[in-house]
């Protein structure tokens, strides 16, 4: 439901802007962008390198998600109480410790010697990225006041993590071509020192002056309730989702929440009014951003094992067959903000998220020998949609708070993606790789290919491309023809999955996504006067 906003809220052109004489906001934007780039890519520029982790460093399935899902474990179960911490005592220190964080543990993880100290660094990593993604959209908020700049901004800021995403395979893959996989850390370190230049320069610092006191018990409970979900989701194929031990985990995380809720609730000063959720505007956009993130993150686990074992590409050559994506996501990330004062948040999201389900669906029809053109047609859809979603339902949830609660929308917002994202490298991961081990066993069944053999091809693709290998030449044309068709079976299943949820999506914004905020409308009524957004 659309209300009009009150002089507190970030719609309002009558928040006092923070910025100072001779700081151009476009350019703390460029440094708030290059910031969250810089960890959004971190979340997949890994996935390329996946092979070479089970070539190196011995890596399992399980360990593969681990690698991919320590990060974002961390990284999720902080989020909120950064995001309040940046609210109480200053967002620019907050995330240039996250930054220096970020730069000490991207090196460590350089020098892993095992798949599970590479785990513990990723983890991490996490610290230092939850510290820094609420910061850089909650300055962001703080910095563009006027509702149609700070829409661009979002949308640029949007496009940014977008593109990071997409960005990171190709990423990967330009550096395992030239440089050993610690490059995919190492590569942090330059960047992030610029970056941590730049914000002590430019930045402004905010912080939510009508909040004094800290609130410890509300930060534990939401660091100990997200873990523990993002933990029994992660866990819950290898211990199997109706085990007693999924249960027990899920349980744990209920109650933690209800605990949460109930304190929160219960404080004068709490470290996230949950009321906010009964604003559908709020709620809708979060789940938005969740579902797409679901669909995303789930796809990509896939996909860049499709190009490297299926296909047979380097890893740069997957990391650039990537960059499409990309692309696509870049165009429709700026125009959603436009598109969105025209046609309504609505329309626009529940658009993108279509979209999206399309390429998914679509990409059920890939084979070992499908066309690359056909792969691209694909990633219009999915990229455009995402482009499409990100923005609008980032500024659904950042216009329904005032200003200086920004840092906790901004950690909601960034809790939503990153539980969605987990979720479905959990849930899409592990279906693909039930379907992927029990096809192969059919396929292998009744062949000269040892029992012991077998099992190690049926623990990853990955695993399964080495005992092709590593087989007969005439037996190993029969071991990787029979992988390959057990990994599009599991690819499959796992495209459907995310088709669903994405049109799952669709449909929940059209039911409870507001069309447009009241402010939204005045924006829109300008936009038409003028016939420019900025």
Known sequence: MSSSPSPSSPLSPLSPAPVAAGRSPWLILAVLCTSVFIIVVDGTIVNVALPTFVRELGATTSQLQWIVDAYVLVFAGLLMAAGSIGDRYGRKGVLQIGLAVFALTSVFASMADSAGSLIAWRAAMGVGGALIFPATLALLVNVFTVPRQRAVAISVWAATSGLAVALGPVSGGLLLKYFSWGSVFLVNVPIIAIAMVLVGRMVPTSRDTTVRRFDPLGTLLSIMSISVL?????????????????????????????????????????????????????????????????????????????????RGYGTLEAGVRTVPFALFTGFAAPLSAKLAYRFGTKSVVAAGLASMSIGFAWTTTLQAGSSYWLIVGQMMFMGGGLGLVNAPATEAIMGSLPPEKAGVGSAVNDTARELGGTLGVAIVGSLFASVYASRLGELLAGSALPPSALAIAQESVGAGAEVARRTGLEAGRLVQGAVNTAFLDGFHFGSWVSAGITLAGAAMAIRWLPSRAAASSSVAAEEDRTGALV
């Open 230 to 310: 993002v933990w029994a989701v992660i866990e819950g194929p290898s211990h199997g989702w109706l085990s007693a031990t999924s249960a027990v985990a899920f349980g744990l995380a209920a109650t933690l929440l209800a605990a949460f809720v109930w304190w929160e609730r219960r404080r004068e000063h709490p470290m996230l009014d949950v009321r906010v959720f009964s604003n559908l505007r709020f709620t809708a956009g979060s789940l938005s951003v969740a579902f797409a993130f679901f669909a995303l993150f789930g796809f990509i686990f896939n996909v860049t094992q499709y190009f490297q074992v299926v």
